[in-house]
């Protein structure tokens, strides 16, 4: 018996752009978009056995303060990439800060915020 994590589901102001600026960084594809609960709308970004859900609500709350230390708290969303500077590099083009690279087994990796505050671990074990 295994288990696969398929999807995570995290609520952003505008589902399409992060769904454009986390395509062109990590090439991948919209797999689906449409319609979602409370008149929201959804992308799903990813490959085909696993991606990311994002979903927009028809009046998006961002006015909570970030606090790490809330139980059921989403801290990152860790993606595993084979050329960490190129996508480094695409991470700045769109106009994010990498933060916090760090070298230690089992791999090389840095972090970033979006503008929903959501945290990207982006990590490669090459």
Known sequence: MSSTLEHINV???DSKRTAEIL???????????GPAIH????????????YLALYSPK???AGKARDIAK?????????VVDNLEEIERR?????????SHQDY??????????????????????
Request: with cysteine; hydrophobic share 35%; proline share 4%.
């Open 23 to 33: 395509c062109a960084i990590f090439d991948w594809t919209v797999r689906w978009r």
């Open 59 to 61: 009046q998006p709350d």
């Open 91 to 99: 991470v700045i083009a769109a106009g994010y800060r990498p933060r």
């Open 39 to 50: 008149d929201g709308y959804a992308h799903h970004v990813g490959a085909d056995d696993h």
């Open 11 to 13: 609520t952003v102001r």
């Open 105 to 126: 087994d089992p791999g090389c990796r840095f972090y970033f915020f979006d503008e929903d505050d959501i945290e990207y671990e982006v990590v490669s074990y090459a």
């Open 71 to 79: 139980v059921g708290r989403l801290n990152h969303v860790g993606v």
